[in-house]
């Protein structure tokens, strides 16, 4: 895997960006009937993806990032759910459905193929890598 630099450089984000994006056009569009508790819990959880992505990554160690991960995939997991209840009160069809659920499929994967590399690491973040250079003697 390359190194990362930022975390708008991981898929996952980027793709839970996009996501993002598109299901915010569908709340913009009047789509969820002002059903404000949907609305806000999608908007929760779609936000809470790209965020927790976002935040561990920035943490610079590899177990408070898989910490936040864990909480990303489990986003992911929670936006399904909400869109069956945008799919069963009819603010969305069936093929929107299937696409958004596959969309959000999709980042879960990706996320937890980042949390298996990681637990596979032997890199522990880069905040560990600036104490273990700091801990070594000069010459």
């Known amino acids: 895997m390359a190194t990362i630099k930022n975390f708008e450089d991981i898929i996952s984000w980027q793709e839970a ?4 994006n598109i299901l915010g056009k569908l709340i913009n569009e ?13 908007e929760g959880s779609t936000g809470s ?3 927790n992505i976002a935040e561990g990554f920035e943490r610079g160690g590899n177990r408070e990032f898989l ?6 995939k489990g986003s992911c997991g929670e ?4 869109l069956y209840w945008a799919l069963d009160r009819q603010y969305i069809n069936q093929p929107e459905f299937n696409k958004l659920s596959l969309h959000a499929m999709k980042i879960g994967s990706q996320v937890q193929k980042l ?3 990681l637990e596979d690491s032997e890199i522990k973040g880069v905040k560990y890598k600036r104490r273990e250079t700091e801990l070594k003697p000069t010459s």
């Open 79 to 82: 936006l399904r759910s909400q």
């Open 17 to 20: 960006r996009d996501l993002n």
């Open 49 to 51: 993806i790209m965020n």
């Open 115 to 117: 949390i298996t590399y």
């Open 67 to 72: 910490q936040f991960l864990f909480i990303a």
């Open 30 to 42: 009047k789509r969820f009937e002002h059903n404000y508790k949907l609305i806000n819990q999608i």
